[in-house]
């Protein structure tokens, strides 16, 4: 028996990275699963692979989120789930950051995980789940990803509102908030593994970057009905980094 079985469900920006990992790990606890993203051809390998399908879905467009629901009724009958995952990160300090970078990030992060809620859920099974990644930048602030924190405390927000106005059809929606976790987004110039080591053995209790795998198997928790009675909650997984800090 697989945690997920005979539920749908939709992971954006599953192509690779945290999205990937939770296409894999759903798939392998029964769910059908749809592949949504922008890099085409990593994400049609993804879906061929694990036997998921592909959807093409910049997220910041609602035109394409009802198309990408369309499809996966079509294939599926329903939708169970969703994981709003796909998100975009840049670095700048608040006062350098043109507007167009903001409503950039704005748009994919914010916007896109209000659209995924919107267009979803009305088309969602009673008893449905919606999580969506935020980030320990929704929590607590970062220097220099002004644009980027802003957006995930809103997710946060939103993860909130949604919980109270979807609870009465037992959806139950959720946040993830991943500390550091060793992908393409962490790593855009990609550093030898191990390279990072002595900051994240400084930054986090736990003495290292967290990996895919493991934010995959919280999104599955809360996917699943192992979390039946959480919703509203935004989950921080970070090695402790959010515990505090030491200063001895
Ligand atoms: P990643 O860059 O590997 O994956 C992001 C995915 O989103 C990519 O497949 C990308 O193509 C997709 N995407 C980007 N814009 C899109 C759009 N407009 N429409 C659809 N898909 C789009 O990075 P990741 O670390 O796997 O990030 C996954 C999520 O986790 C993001 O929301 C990110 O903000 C969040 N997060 C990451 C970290 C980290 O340290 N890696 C920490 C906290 C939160």
Same mark, same amino acid.
């Given at each position: 028996?697989?945690?997920?079985?005979?539920?749908?469900?939709? &992971?954006?920006?599953?192509?690779?990275?945290?999205?990937?990992?939770?296409?894999?790990?759903?798939?392998? %606890?029964?769910?059908?699963?749809?592949?949504?993203?922008?890099?085409? %051809?990593? @994400?049609?390998?993804?879906?061929?692979?694990?036997?998921?399908?592909?959807?093409?879905?910049?997220?910041?467009?609602?035109?394409?989120?009802? #198309?990408?629901?369309?499809?996966?009724?079509?294939?599926?009958?329903?939708?169970?789930?969703?994981?709003? $995952?796909?998100?975009?990160?840049?670095? $700048? /300090?608040?006062?350098?950051?043109?507007?167009?970078?903001?409503? %950039?990030? &704005? $748009?994919?992060?914010?916007?896109?995980?209000?659209?995924?809620?919107?267009? &979803?859920?009305?088309?969602? /099974?009673? @008893?449905?789940?919606?999580?969506?990644?935020?980030?320990?930048?929704?929590?607590?602030?970062?220097?220099?990803? @002004?644009?980027?924190?802003?957006?995930?405390?809103?997710?946060?927000?939103?993860?909130?509102?949604?919980?109270?106005?979807?609870?009465?059809?037992?959806?139950?929606?959720?946040?993830?908030?991943?500390?550091?976790?060793?992908? #393409?987004?962490?790593?855009?110039?990609?550093?030898?593994?191990?390279?990072?080591?002595?900051?994240?053995?400084?930054? &986090?209790?736990?003495?290292?970057?967290?990996?895919?795998?493991?934010?995959?198997?919280?999104?599955?928790?809360?996917?699943?009905?192992?979390?039946?009675?959480?919703?509203?909650?935004?989950?921080?997984?970070?090695?402790?980094?959010?515990?505090?800090?030491?200063?001895?």
């Amino acid at each position: 028996m697989g945690k997920l079985d005979g539920r749908v469900v939709i &992971v954006t920006g599953a192509a690779r990275g945290q999205g990937e990992q939770e296409a894999r790990l759903f798939r392998a %606890e029964g769910a059908g699963v749809v592949v949504a993203d922008v890099l085409d %051809e990593q @994400g049609q390998a993804l879906a061929k692979e694990i036997g998921a399908l592909y959807v093409r879905l910049d997220v910041g467009r609602e035109e394409e989120w009802r #198309a990408a629901v369309d499809a996966a009724v079509q294939a599926y009958g329903h939708v169970d789930g969703l994981v709003n $995952n796909a998100g975009i990160l840049r670095f $700048n /300090s608040l006062l350098d950051t043109p507007l167009d970078e903001f409503l %950039e990030i &704005v $748009n994919v992060n914010q916007v896109g995980c209000f659209l995924g809620i919107k267009t &979803v859920a009305p088309r969602m /099974s009673d @008893g449905g789940t919606i999580v969506n990644t935020a980030s320990y930048t929704g929590l607590t602030g970062m220097a220099y990803v @002004g644009a980027y924190a802003a957006s995930k405390h809103a997710i946060v927000g939103l993860t909130r509102v949604a919980a109270l106005e979807l609870a009465d059809r037992g959806i139950r929606v959720n946040a993830v908030c991943p500390g550091a976790v060793d992908t #393409a987004m962490s790593n855009p110039g990609a550093v030898a593994e191990g390279a990072m080591d002595a900051l994240y053995r400084k930054l &986090v209790p736990l003495g290292r970057i967290g990996r895919p795998e493991e934010v995959a198997r919280l999104a599955l928790f809360l996917t699943s009905e192992d979390s039946s009675y959480i919703t509203g909650q935004p989950l921080v997984i970070d090695g402790g980094w959010l515990a505090g800090v030491a200063v001895v």
